[in-house]
């Protein structure tokens, strides 16, 4: 297998594929967001590295200092995602892109890796049952099952903000924190306001869109956050079936 990955740059980043699921040569809101937002992010450290094809096998990574996600930790790098799917599962791409992290980490010298995960495996998580299998370890855990995976190079862990450990805010509405990082959350958007609207259902949509007020967040956050009645309910995507589950609740 002679395969050859890239990593998008300002150069190549609007002539790339970007690696989701996303099928479409018409101008496509979601995925200019999602260059935009990367656009911004590229001086930070941030890491988006491919197989150079259209394909869904990639892995996004960057500095925790700089990672919009609320997870303190000193010299560690964060993976958002790590995707192979369809025809391309079983070939060992997702092995060689996760070596290819922990040799960047190590070259860089880092302290290590980590990356969010849960005790129960969820959709729009990348299977912590296969982090593991390089080391990666529980270190720190939210009242709901969330966790924090580490893989340590010198025996320091990130940890969660404090914001993060007992999810709850003040407002009873069904409450969206999302950015701008997955091609898939501007449909989402527009899925939840609508059937909101058509619905009569009280709705807050707010747009994480620094860098502070993603560690600031008052829960687990991947690019997606959700509350309803006070109490955080999932990181995943939501479609009507998931909305009802949710508003029924």
């Known amino acids: 297998m002679n395969k050859e990955f890239i990593n998008l740059t ?6 790339e594929h970007l690696c989701c699921i996303i099928r479409s040569r018409k101008p496509h809101k979601g995925i200019d967001a999602k260059r935009q937002w990367l656009l911004d992010r590229l001086d930070e450290g941030h890491v988006f ?15 925790l200092e700089t990672a919009w996600v609320p997870i303190i930790g000193d010299n560690y790098y964060y993976v958002y995602c790590l995707w192979v799917t369809g025809p391309h599962k079983g070939k060992g791409y997702g092995k060689m892109l996760m070596e290819y992290c922990m040799a960047d980490a190590r070259e860089k010298g880092k302290s290590g890796i980590c ?22 370890e529980a270190v720190d855990a939210t009242e709901d099952g969330y966790e924090l995976l580490a893989l340590s190079f010198d025996g320091t862990v990130p940890e969660f903000a404090r ?26 958007i527009e899925r939840i306001r609508q059937y909101c609207e058509e619905n009569d259902v009280p709705v807050s949509l707010i747009q994480v869109d620094t860098l502070q007020k993603a560690k600031e967040l008052p829960c687990v956050f991947n690019n ?24 029924k609740k």
């Not at 300002?10 to 002539?15: A, F, G, H, R, S």
């Not at 590295?49 to 500095?63: G, H, M, N, Q, S």
């Not at 969010?116 to 990666?136: C, E, H, N, T, Y």
Request: hydrophobic share 40%; charged share 30%; aromatic share 16%.
């Open 115 to 136: 990356m969010l995960g849960a005790k129960k495996q969820k959709a729009w998580l990348s299977d912590q049952s296969f982090s593991k299998r390089f080391g990666f």
């Open 10 to 15: 300002k150069e190549n980043l609007y002539d």
């Open 49 to 63: 590295r491919k197989l150079d094809e259209k394909a869904t096998v990639f892995i996004e990574y960057a500095p």
């Open 224 to 247: 997606w956050g959700v509350f309803y009645k006070g109490r955080f309910q999932t990181v995943n995507l939501l479609d009507a079936a998931g909305l009802k589950r949710i508003l």
């Open 163 to 188: 914001n993060v450990k007992k999810p709850a805010i003040e407002s009873e509405e069904l409450t969206v924190y999302y950015d701008m990082q997955c091609p898939y959350v501007c449909q989402s």
